[in-house]
């Protein structure tokens, strides 16, 4: 029998053709030696599987419909792992990967039992990782394992108060990957431990989640305001703020002041790299988190001037969006 470099056409995007004809039929075939060996650059091919399990995952992102959202969950994920057989160091397909495991829970293996809102994230922890383990320099990869950790703070932040509070929390999973807890049942001593585990792990995810956003700003970035790509670049930022303005949950008066003029900073980054022609919404969104942040600082002015400036770009735009204490300080001072 010929070797199958032997039979193998020259040129790459022929080689991945045969590849992927051959899997269903040789599954003897060793894929993983294939690509290692075979594909020193990105054939067309390869591109155009992730393009049709991203636009899955796109279509799954913005439907309505749980139950259509969940199968196009599970076919891009299945478009995937087929993707990764046929090239086992595509980096960007475990990233995309990592974002369905943090968007939905069809990675998990018992679903019977399952919280819907539970996600696996270690595995999308894992996955970013393999990412950037290949593409180190890829700034997207930093910024998805940011928000995965924003994830795991926010809900250890919750799961931690539910045992403090004793409260709601008869499938407490207090590190969101970890063991199981029914807090009622715990005792004093183990009620501590768990307390005090929480909050080194709420500590830890914060510090990395700030770390990764940072990490894909830089590797993002040209030079002073100069950017790979600017939408990105804004995109962190904005997301780098909302996660201070949400961790101000978790701090201390003088603590949680600090953490909202961080937010107001990166909020002025972002409208700065913003372009209101292109990503209408975007735009809008940073000013009204600006405005709401700017309130909670009590600096009234500086939140009516966003206002203002959100009315000059949509006169019809509905501020009862805002919480009831915002919406009550934008009514008595704009």
């Given at each position: 029998?010929?070797?199958?470099?032997?039979?193998?056409?020259?040129?790459?995007?022929?080689k991945?053709?045969?590849?992927?004809?051959?899997l269903?039929?040789?599954?003897y075939?060793?894929?993983?030696?294939?690509?290692?060996?075979?594909?020193?650059?990105?054939?067309?091919?390869?591109?155009?599987?992730?393009?049709?399990?991203?636009?899955?995952?796109?279509?799954?992102?913005?439907?309505?419909?749980?139950?259509?959202?969940?199968?196009?969950?599970?076919?891009?994920?299945?478009?995937?792992?087929?993707?990764?057989?046929?090239?086992?160091?595509?980096?960007?397909?475990?990233?995309?990967?990592?974002k369905?495991?943090?968007?939905?829970?069809?990675?998990?293996?018992?679903?019977?039992?399952?919280?819907?809102?539970?996600?696996?994230?270690?595995?999308?922890?894992?996955?970013?990782?393999?990412?950037?383990?290949?593409?180190?320099?890829?700034?997207?990869?930093?910024?998805?394992?940011?928000?995965?950790?924003?994830?795991?703070?926010?809900?250890?932040?919750?799961?931690?108060?539910?045992?403090?509070?004793?409260?709601?929390?008869?499938?407490?999973r207090?590190?969101?990957?970890?063991?199981?807890?029914?807090?009622?049942?715990?005792?004093?001593?183990?009620?501590?431990?768990?307390?005090?585990?929480?909050?080194?792990?709420?500590?830890?995810?914060?510090?990395?989640?700030?770390?990764?956003?940072?990490?894909?700003?830089?590797?993002?970035?040209?030079?002073?305001?100069?950017?790979?790509?600017?939408?990105?670049?804004?995109?962190?930022?904005?997301?780098?703020?909302?996660?201070?303005?949400?961790?101000?949950?978790?701090?201390?008066?003088?603590?949680?002041?600090?953490a909202?003029?961080?937010?107001?900073?990166?909020?002025?980054?972002?409208?700065?790299?913003?372009?209101?022609?292109?990503?209408?919404?975007?735009?809008?969104?940073?000013?009204?988190?600006?405005?709401?942040t700017?309130?909670?600082?009590n600096?009234?002015?500086?939140?009516?001037?966003?206002?203002?400036?959100?009315?000059?770009?949509?006169?019809?735009?509905?501020?009862?969006?805002?919480?009831?204490?915002?919406?009550?300080?934008?009514k008595?001072?704009?």
């Amino acid at each position: 029998m010929k070797s199958i470099k032997a039979i193998l056409p020259i040129k790459n995007s022929l080689k991945i053709s045969l590849l992927i004809s051959l899997l269903p039929l040789c599954p003897y075939i060793n894929p993983a030696i294939l690509a290692n060996e075979y594909f020193n650059s990105e054939p067309e091919e390869l591109k155009s599987l992730y393009r049709d399990a991203n636009s899955k995952y796109v279509q799954a992102f913005v439907s309505s419909d749980p139950e259509k959202q969940k199968e196009l969950y599970k076919i891009a994920l299945k478009k995937i792992n087929f993707l990764l057989k046929v090239a086992p160091r595509y980096s960007k397909a475990f990233y995309l990967r990592s974002k369905i495991k943090l968007k939905t829970n069809i990675t998990i293996k018992d679903q019977k039992n399952i919280d819907p809102s539970f996600r696996d994230l270690q595995g999308a922890i894992d996955d970013t990782k393999k990412a950037i383990d290949i593409d180190p320099d890829n700034y997207k990869f930093y910024d998805t394992r940011a928000e995965i950790y924003e994830e795991l703070f926010s809900r250890t932040l919750i799961d931690r108060d539910k045992a403090k509070n004793n409260t709601g929390c008869s499938n407490l999973r207090i590190n969101a990957i970890g063991r199981y807890y029914d807090c009622k049942e715990l005792n004093d001593q183990t009620r501590s431990e768990i307390l005090s585990e929480g909050t080194f792990l709420i500590n830890m995810y914060h510090i990395a989640s700030l770390r990764n956003y940072d990490k894909s700003i830089s590797l993002n970035k040209l030079g002073k305001d100069n950017y790979k790509d600017k939408h990105q670049a804004s995109s962190a930022y904005f997301n780098k703020a909302m996660f201070y303005f949400r961790s101000t949950l978790f701090f201390n008066e003088k603590s949680h002041n600090k953490a909202l003029k961080n937010a107001i900073l990166n909020l002025n980054q972002a409208i700065k790299l913003s372009s209101f022609k292109k990503y209408r919404i975007h735009h809008i969104n940073i000013l009204r988190m600006r405005a709401i942040t700017f309130f909670r600082l009590n600096n009234l002015k500086a939140a009516c001037d966003d206002i203002n400036l959100i009315k000059g770009f949509d006169p019809s735009y509905d501020f009862k969006k805002f919480r009831s204490d915002d919406f009550k300080k934008y009514k008595d001072n704009c």
